[in-house]
Nanobody, 120 residues
Framework: QVQLVESGGGFVEAGGSLQLSCAASGTYLRINLMGWYRQAPGKQREMVAT???????NYADSVKGRFTISRDNAKNTVYLQMNSLKPEDTAVYYCWCNAVQLMGVPRNYWGQGTQVTVSS
């Protein structure tokens, strides 16, 4: 089992910045991918950014050039630096990881979510 604990959400004006953090803990062999998803009211959850254990990254087109995902493998922590925030970035942001269990089975895990609100 993996537990993901997020921090860093909040309220910011358009053009501002926020950094989200997510620490993983629990019992597992290794964590493969980590990342961030978001869900705005009335919309489906969407991928924001993901990062491999080797630090290869993938971003949604809507955040490229504004958001940066990074990872500290020693701390099992993933970060999302969000700059030039827009009102349309307002959503609940969820941390996600794909971890390999002790029996070798990969599973997906989700954090509880953290609210990001960007005012215009």
């Amino acid at each position: 089992q993996v537990q993901l604990v997020e921090s860093g959400g909040g309220f910011v004006e358009a053009g501002g910045s926020l950094q989200l953090s997510c620490a993983a803990s629990g019992t597992y062999l290794r964590i493969n991918l980590m990342g961030w998803y978001r869900q705005a009211p009335g919309k489906q959850r969407e991928m924001v950014a993901t990062i491999t254990s080797g630090s290869s990254t993938n971003y949604a087109d809507s955040v490229k050039g504004r958001f940066t995902i990074s990872r500290d493998n020693a701390k099992n922590t993933v970060y999302l630096q969000m700059n030039s925030l827009k009102p349309e970035d307002t959503a609940v942001y969820y941390c996600w990881c794909n971890a390999v269990q002790l029996m070798g089975v990969p599973r997906n895990y989700w954090g509880q979510g953290t609210q990001v609100t960007v005012s215009s």
